[in-house]
């Protein structure tokens, strides 16, 4: 599986808009990049997933790179209830169902 | 509602008792998993199940079995736990891809074991 790579932890304040980052440079062209969160004693949840364009639902934001090395997990207005640790996952097409969580990125909501 | 629950929730033990984790979900899926979560290693899957009665060795599986019965059930068993095998466990399931994008996972909320 190819790797990604994102910072361990990022603050926010409430209200305003997070950027989560994620790079993965060795990403073949069938790989999927999904994001997943896991709120403090919760399992993970699924966030969002793209493969070239942008995408949005309901709860956040996927701007990927034009050559896809790296994406941007938005979320356009941050709340105490989206403290969580990020991860970004890359899946190949028609690959393993398991998903291989790396580190993540622990998102602190200031009040 | 559409839901992966996981039962005990919490569980202490001695070295050795078996106990049996159960995971159950309601959206007829047919993929279900178990990870496990430790401190500094991130989730690691123990066992998949692709379907009723076809099940496979994830990247740890040792000391861990698991059966494929009935569809919405895949529980998890530990003939023998050890100290090692504390942990926070983690169940999930998806739909099987049908040659596209990757399926959504659905995690269930998690079981504590503690084994003495």
């Known amino acids: 599986d190819a790797k990604t790579t994102q910072p361990n932890s990022m603050e926010s304040n409430e209200e305003e808009p997070v950027h989560l980052p994620c790079n993965h440079s060795?990403?073949?062209?069938?790989?999927?990049i999904h994001w997943y969160r896991q709120l403090p004693s919760q399992g993970p949840e699924y966030v969002i997933h793209?493969?070239?364009s942008n995408v949005n639902n309901r709860m956040a934001s996927l701007a990927i790179a034009e050559d896809r090395k790296s994406s941007t997990l938005i979320l356009h207005r941050a709340t105490l209830r989206d403290a969580a640790v990020y991860y970004c996952?890359?899946?190949?097409?028609?690959?393993?169902?398991?998903?291989?969580f790396g580190k993540g990125t622990k998102l602190t909501v200031n009040p | 509602e559409a839901q992966v629950t996981q039962n005990p929730r919490y569980l202490i033990t001695v070295t050795g008792k078996k106990l049996t984790v159960t995971c159950s979900q309601n959206?007829?899926?047919?993929?279900m998993s178990w990870y496990r979560q430790d401190p500094g290693l991130g989730l690691r899957q123990i066992y998949y199940?692709?379907?009723?009665?076809?099940?496979d060795k994830g990247d740890v599986p040792e000391g861990y079995k698991v059966s494929r019965k009935e569809k919405r059930n895949f529980p998890l068993i530990l003939e023998s736990p050890s100290p090692n095998q504390t942990s926070l466990y983690f169940c999930?399931?998806?739909?099987?891809?049908?040659?596209?994008?990757?399926?959504?996972?659905?995690f269930g909320p998690g079981t504590r074991l503690l084994v003495l």
């Open positions: 793209g493969l070239t």
């Open positions: 959206m007829n899926h047919e993929y």
């Open positions: 996952i890359l899946r190949v097409q028609g690959g393993s169902e398991k998903l291989v």
């Open positions: 060795t990403i073949s062209g069938t790989d999927y």
């Open positions: 199940s692709m379907n009723v009665e076809v099940t």
């Open positions: 999930a399931s998806s739909p099987l891809p049908t040659g596209g994008a990757p399926r959504t996972q659905y």
